[in-house]
């Protein structure tokens, strides 16, 4: 029994002694494989979310009823517009456009009214502008489709500073809603000398107006 208590006493002390130099040696080279296993990581990651893109051009898809090509974009896909004007960098007799000095262009949700109401009373104010500065400022806010258009087709009834073309208001169509903002600008704003391209939930300061 004695020979027998030994024997295990010793084989314990083995494992332990065998179990603090595992420790050790992982201890040193921790910083180092550390590095490898986040490197792998970032890898797997990179490499899961660019096969996983595949979202992003589903989300463009749409059928070809509702979108046209436009051989002035050079085949790039534009959407119809359900709320336009036009007419918004022009004179009021419609005809030789103003010579604007800045375009702000606002993209915005359909559901933030509020927002955009601040922006009309704020640095978004057009009229404001013109009568302490002289220069012309024109302000539009672009949007994407929504189920329910009436409040915003009365709202661009009182104000006429919406832009909205068809796709759906997602997160994943920001780039088609920047895209909306340099379509129209050069459809129909070319004569600006400065094009702002904005978000509703900032507040732009200007000391100057």
Known sequence: ??????????????QLL???MVLCVVMVSWEELEHHVV?????????YLVNS????????????????????????VTYPYLINHPG???RGDGKSGDDVLLLLFVKS??????????????????SFVWSE???????????????VQRALLQEDQTYG???????????HNLTAKLITQFHWVHEYCPQARFLMSADDDILSTCPIW
């Not at 029994?1 to 083995?14: A, D, L, P, S």
């Not at 490197?39 to 490499?47: D, I, K």
């Not at 500073?161 to 997160?171: A, P, S, V």
């Open 53 to 76: 893109y595949d979202f992003l051009n589903s989300s463009f898809n749409i059928t070809s009823n509702r979108h046209r090509k436009d051989g002035s974009t050079n085949g790039l």
């Open 18 to 20: 065998t179990a603090c």
């Open 39 to 47: 490197s792998h990581m970032r890898s797997y990651t990179y490499r």
């Open 1 to 14: 029994m004695f020979m027998n208590f030994r024997r295990i006493h010793k084989c314990q002390c083995v």
């Open 161 to 171: 500073d919406l832009i909205q073309q068809d796709f759906l208001d997602t997160f």
């Open 109 to 126: 949700s359909p559901e933030n009214f509020e927002r955009r109401q601040a922006i009309r009373d704020t640095w978004g104010n057009e």
């Open 133 to 147: 500065l002289g220069a012309t400022v024109r302000m539009v806010f672009a949007l994407a489709e929504i189920r």
């Open 88 to 90: 918004k960098c022009a």
